[in-house]
Structures are given as C-alpha cells and as structure tokens.
C-alpha cells in the first residue's frame, strides 16, 4: 500500500467512526434531539456499526502490518497493540470469535454486551464489567485505535 492511500484509508475511518460519535453527541441535546427528528434521524450514533466497523478496521491495520494469511492472526495481533489492557483482555476471551464475528455475522455480540458510544473512563474501550458482562465503548475503542492506526503509519512509512 502506497502512502496516500494509507492516508486516504485513514481518513475514512476517522470521519466514519466520528461522525457516529458527533452524531450521538449533538443528539443528546433535547434541542437538538427534536430537530432531528423532524428529519426522521433518531437520537444517538449507529452504535452498533461503529463497532463492527472499528473491528473490521482492527483487523485491516493487523493485515497492513502483519499480512498473516488467517484474518484472525491480524486481528488478534493488531488488537494486542491498542494497549496493556485490550492485550490482557483478549488473553482471557476470544475476542476475535465473540465480538469481531459476533457482529459481522451475527449483528450482536455473541454473549450479553452492553455497545455504547460513550462509557466510563479509566478503561479500555472494549472488556466486562465486575459481573462479567460484556461492553463496548465506541468513543474509547476509537480513541486508543486512533493511536495504535498512527503508529503504524510511522512504522509503514517512516519519515526520510
């Protein structure tokens, strides 16, 4: 993959995936809300899809980087680089299986998951909670993609 068009992947993603996030932030005004739906537009973000979309992008920066021949290997490797946390997590879960496949096959998660843009801090973007239940932040996951994304872009094409 040349540079621009790295660069242009890039751009796709982050518009994609903050424009759901602006989207949800804008509707939690009451004003806002109201206009929207005049429009027809609910309230929120597509949750959901950003998620899945996040996922799948996971799994293109892993093929980018990695090029392993199994999908989940660059899943699993690149999702591994979002941090210390996101790495401990999927050492205990199929993280590929449950989550990845769950909503690209599926359209839900394939056990009990809260999805919600936006979630407590402190925490990884993707985990479960005290009771084990399962949850998905969009804006957090995005947030510690968006760093891990950047840092392959310098290991890809390193400045001359």
């Known amino acids: 993959m040349e540079r621009a068009e790295f660069q242009q992947a890039k751009s796709f993603i982050e518009r994609d995936i903050e424009r759901d996030i602006q989207l949800a932030v804008v509707s939690e005004n009451d004003n806002n809300a109201s206009r929207l739906r005049e429009f027809g537009i609910h309230s929120g973000g597509g949750n959901f899809l950003a998620a899945l979309g996040l996922l799948c992008y996971t799994e293109f920066a892993g093929k980018l980087k990695y090029n392993h021949l199994h999908a989940s290997q660059n899943f699993n490797r690149f999702f591994d680089e979002l941090g210390q946390l996101y790495s401990d997590f999927r050492q205990e879960n199929d993280v590929y299986d449950i989550f990845r496949c769950g909503l690209a096959h599926e359209y839900y998660v394939k056990q009990t998951c809260t999805i919600a843009m936006f979630g407590g801090s402190g925490q990884a973007g993707i985990g479960s909670n005290d009771v084990g239940r399962y949850y998905f932040i969009v804006e957090r996951y995005f947030r510690d993609f968006q ?11 390193p400045s001359i």
């Not at 760093?147 to 094409?157: G, H, I, P, V």
């Open 147 to 157: 760093l891990a994304f950047d840092k392959l872009e310098q290991d890809l094409f």
